[in-house]
């Protein structure tokens, strides 16, 4: 397989020595000074993005020329962006997902799925801790969390907490801790009457998401254009 990643930054190099142990061969690598050079890129099997919501217009025009797999995991896109990248799936094949490991997969359908039984009883909360660099909040893993939980939007979310603002039982607070190196920690927690069930997911190295975005790029180059999620790649 021949990829090309755009960011090179924590993601980006630990994406480059994964693909150097498993041969596979990085074609370009893009960020914010020569980003305008992915337009002289040939078509590679794969593009990887993990850079920032301000590469996706050359991100878009590349897949758009070559019609190459796009296997995108930054985070923080406004909603017109998120739609422009869904766009791409007219005219190749493309995932955008906040979280590549299996674990936050399996976390979804689990934290989905306690909502469901657990009913409006009980009291969600998600909390979600990362490094101290991280340029975006809450994380793109906690709104996909958000979204799974409570698909229709029933709950209102509830970013963080301060002064007099007593809990309301319909609402779902989200909180983002930054600090250290934590490569990510996501909890969401139900609070009913005298019981508590808390699933967390930890990322222990970035290595499960680079490893994971690899293996989206292998299982994406050779299918039709459209839209994949990571669902279709592990789970059918
Ligand atoms: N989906 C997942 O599984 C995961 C997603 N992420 C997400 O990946 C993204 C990157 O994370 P991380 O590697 O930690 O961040 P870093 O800040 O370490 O790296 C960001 C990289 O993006 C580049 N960049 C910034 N602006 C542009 C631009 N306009 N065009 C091209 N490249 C640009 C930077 O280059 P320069 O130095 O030139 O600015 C840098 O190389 C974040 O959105 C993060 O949330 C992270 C981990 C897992
Ligand atoms: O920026 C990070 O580091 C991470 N970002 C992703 C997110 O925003 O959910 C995934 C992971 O938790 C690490």
Do not use: Q
């Amino acid at each position: 397989m021949k990829i090309a990643l755009v960011g090179m930054g924590r993601m980006g190099k630990m994406i480059a020595s994964c693909a150097e142990e498993r041969g596979i061969e990085v074609a370009g690598t893009f960020l914010g000074d020569n980003i305008g050079d992915l337009e002289k890129l040939g078509k590679v099997d794969a593009l990887i993005d993990f850079s920032s919501p301000a590469a996706l217009h050359a991100v878009a025009a590349y897949i758009r020329r070559t019609g190459a797999a796009l296997v995108c995991g930054t985070t923080g896109y406004s909603a017109e962006e998120a739609a422009e990248i869904r766009s791409l799936a007219e005219c190749a094949p493309v995932i955008l997902s906040a979280n590549y490991s299996v674990g936050v997969a399996v976390l979804k359908h689990l934290s989905a799925e306690a909502a469901k039984l657990l009913g409006d009883d009980f009291d969600i909360e998600i909390v979600e801790t990362h490094h101290r660099m991280k340029a975006d909040a809450p994380s793109g893993t906690a709104k996909l969390l958000l979204r799974a939980i409570d698909p229709e939007g029933r709950r209102r979310t509830v970013y963080g907490r301060e002064g007099m603002m007593k809990r309301e039982g319909n609402e779902i607070g989200v909180h983002a801790v930054r600090g250290g190196t934590v490569a990510g920690v996501h909890t969401v927690s139900f609070f009913g009457p005298d019981e508590e069930l808390s699933l967390t997911h930890r990322a222990e190295s970035r290595r499960i998401f680079a490893l994971g975005a690899i293996k989206a790029g292998e299982r994406l180059k050779d299918r039709a254009p459209g839209w994949y999620t990571m669902d279709d790649l592990l789970f059918s």
